[in-house]
């Protein structure tokens, strides 16, 4: 079977997949089907009084949010305890998880993790295959702490797995592993505590696709592991990769994100993408990539976010652009058209901070304030209704 083929058919799959989870989730009263009361126009006086945002995670259709003062907030879709508050119900407004303080966050399609100012880490919601890292595959509707070590600097949520990354600069996955998506061979099949990947003690950071993981280590090279079956592990092949593979011999890239079947980073200041290109994900027209290619010719991009089909990235000038799928309005211009190019969200030029895409968007601007767009069928955008939105809207926490 062509690459091409296989990619039409894992499409279908993926499409039928989340109608099936959509459907569970409606089953047990998790999703939102009519609209909540429409939001009140805010204040300028409460626009201030509220408290600003540090950093932000955008799940399958829930958000969550750390703000100055160390802590965490969530609201959206709860059909597998995702939201933390100990309950399975779905919230379309901000609600704070506990009274601790929070350095870190992510969220997966079902779940979260977070790392707590005492250097814990922490995770809840869905949980079947580990994802949690409890020891079980039980789903928790409240933060559970993962093993008992205090030295997680981050973590990053997949669908079905989680990986982090130690203060000592080693680096751990757990949960599903059916396409080695964790780094350590084939085996086990599921994690449900963490396990190391390799020896290296020299990872920044990590970011899990759908079933493959990416990560830079410090010496700015790239590696990337799991599933290939459309190039998204960028070491051009499309063979699955059991372990760390170093993507090229760059060592200038300072960041990267994996997306469902499609990956992205920046190498000073240029932005490349590969992988699965069916909705126009990688920034550049043509078919699947199995090894990065560059987005325009564009030498200042900042950060950049991707996960389901969609991809975001802000500039150095504060711009904001996305592309890629836009079915339910995430790349945030007004439409629903698919875009196979980088395109501005908006005029603004404060879009510095934090930034997460989904089915759904969230951004921070240079004062602190989170802005959402996108699917809200889980109450995700957090502006008290279950309205789609194309374009971006201020989300007030407390």
């Known amino acids: 079977m062509s690459g091409q083929?296989?990619?039409?058919?894992?499409?279908?799959?993926r499409r039928a997949t989340r109608l099936l989870a959509v459907?569970?989730?409606?089953?047990?009263?998790?999703v939102m089907v009519t609209a909540g009361t429409a939001a009140a126009s805010v204040s300028s006086a409460a626009a201030l009084a509220a408290p600003t945002v540090t950093s932000v995670t955008t799940g399958g259709a829930h958000t969550c949010a750390i703000v100055t003062d160390g802590g965490?907030?969530?609201?959206?879709?709860?059909?597998?305890?995702?939201?933390?508050?100990?309950?399975?119900?779905n919230r379309n407004t901000p609600a704070r998880v506990g009274t601790a303080t929070w350095t870190a966050v992510d969220a997966g399609t079902g779940h979260t993790c977070a790392v707590r100012t005492d250097g814990t880490l922490w995770c809840w919601g869905s949980n079947f295959r580990g994802q949690v890292g409890d020891g079980t595959t039980t789903s928790r509707s409240a933060p559970v702490q993962v093993g008992t070590a205090t030295n997680w600097a981050t973590v990053d949520a997949g669908p079905l797995h989680t990986c982090g990354v130690r203060t000592d600069g080693t680096l751990w996955c757990w949960g599903f592993n059916r396409t080695t998506q964790l780094g350590v061979g084939a085996s086990p099949y599921v994690a449900t505590t963490p396990l190391q990947v390799g020896t290296a003690t020299n990872w920044a950071s990590v970011s899990t696709g759908y079933a493959h993981t990416c990560g830079l280590r410090t010496d700015g090279t790239l590696w990337c592991w799991g599933l290939s079956s459309d190039g998204q592990v960028g070491i051009g092949t499309l063979s699955?990769?059991?372990t760390p593979a170093q993507v090229g011999t760059a060592n200038n890239w300072t960041g990267v994100t994996a997306g469902y079947v499609h990956t992205c980073g920046i190498r000073s200041g240029s932005l490349w993408c590969w992988g699965e290109n069916g909705y126009g994900q990688l920034g550049v027209s043509g078919s699947f990539q199995t090894s990065p290619v560059q987005v325009g010719s564009t030498t200042t991009w900042?950060?950049?976010a991707a996960s389901g089909d969609t991809s975001c990235a802000s500039r150095a000038d504060g711009s904001l652009w996305c592309w890629?799928?836009?079915s339910m309005g995430?790349?945030?211009d007004g439409t629903t058209t698919h875009r196979?190019?980088?395109?501005?969200?908006?005029?603004?030029?404060?879009?510095?901070g934090g930034l997460a895409v989904t089915d759904h968007a969230c951004a921070i601007r240079t004062d602190g304030g989170l802005w959402c767009w996108g699917d809200n069928s889980g109450g995700q955008l957090g502006d008290g209704t279950t309205t789609q939105r194309p374009t971006p809207a201020q989300v007030l926490l407390g």
């Not at 459907?23 to 998790?30: D, E, I, K, P, Q």
């Open 302 to 304: 900042s950060r950049v």
């Open 23 to 30: 459907a569970v989730a409606m089953c047990a009263g998790s």
């Open 240 to 242: 699955a990769q059991a």
């Open 72 to 89: 965490l907030w969530c609201w959206g879709s709860n059909y597998g305890g995702q939201l933390g508050d100990g309950t399975t119900t």
């Open 324 to 326: 890629g799928k836009n």
């Open 340 to 352: 196979s190019a980088p395109t501005r969200v908006g005029d603004a030029t404060t879009w510095t």
């Open 5 to 13: 083929q296989d990619g039409r058919l894992r499409a279908r799959w």
């Open 330 to 332: 995430q790349v945030g």
